[in-house]
């Protein structure tokens, strides 16, 4: 299945060729730690994830089309 990714901020670094958006194929019935494992992004690197505009639940799987989008956790004051 092919997914859409979106990468912003320090995550960019993950990106092949450090382009923020790119297309993965993954095989069916992936989760998102398989996601984090493709792209070598630690799962416990602090982010934000989004599949099509939601927050999922850990154990959520991807599907086909889905737009994947993370950025860090922003801080400030």
Known sequence: MK?????Y???KRFAPDR???FDL??????????????IDIPADLPHTILING?????????KD????VMFPQLCGG
């Open 25 to 38: 194929v993954l095989p069916a019935g992936a989760v998102l730690s398989d996601l984090y494992a493709r």
């Open 65 to 68: 089309r889905d737009v994947i």
């Open 19 to 21: 382009e923020n958006e």
């Open 54 to 62: 939601r927050r999922p639940d850990e154990a959520a799987t991807v």
């Open 3 to 7: 997914i859409h990714i979106k990468l």
């Open 9 to 11: 901020g320090d995550l």
